[in-house]
């Protein structure tokens, strides 16, 4: 068990790993139509995404917009910076069949904020295709780059930006 599991994941991050149009076909050939998407937290984007079309629109799409608040802020990932391709760092496989990856990215928020973000996604494969994806990251860095929010250190008034 977790062998073909495994190999349906490390397909799928090296499809990802290509181009814009690479990545968009990459997730419908290896999502089942029904997966869910859990990113933990209380981010704006932290919960569980339900289907293909909201992983990509409602998640995914969301990386890009932010939550669109009126204001000054600049909100959501560079389109011009781009993701650059996931750096893998480790692909394991579980007693029960799922599948660990331990992974990160390279991107740049729209305020300039650097987005070089660390995973751990623990994946559940069915029937060849990955159905659930539950996400473990910096959360406080995607609140920065893609939310233009201020961390505020304990003890003083001065916001602090992860750039």
Request: aromatic fraction near 10%; proline fraction near 4%; charge should be negative.
């Amino acid at each position: 068990m977790g062998t073909n599991e495994k190999k349906v994941v490390q397909n799928w991050l090296a499809a990802v790993r290509g181009d814009s149009e690479g990545v968009g076909d990459a997730f419908t050939r290896y999502f089942h139509p029904d997966a869910t998407w859990t990113l933990i937290g209380s981010t704006p984007i932290s919960g569980t995404y339900k289907g293909l079309e909201s992983i990509q629109n409602d998640f995914l799409g969301a990386n890009f917009r932010g939550e669109e608040r009126e204001g000054p802020s600049v909100q959501g990932l560079s389109q011009e910076y781009g993701i650059k391709p996931l750096e893998v760092e480790d692909v394991l496989s579980l007693e029960d069949g799922r599948v660990v990856v331990f992974c990160r990215s390279d991107g740049m928020g729209r305020n300039g904020v650097a987005y070089k973000n660390q995973y751990c996604w623990i994946v559940t494969v069915r029937d060849d295709k990955i159905a659930a994806m539950l996400e473990f990251c910096d959360t406080a860095l995607i609140e920065q780059a893609q939310f233009d929010k201020m961390i505020v250190p304990r003890g003083t008034t001065t916001p602090v930006y992860a750039r």
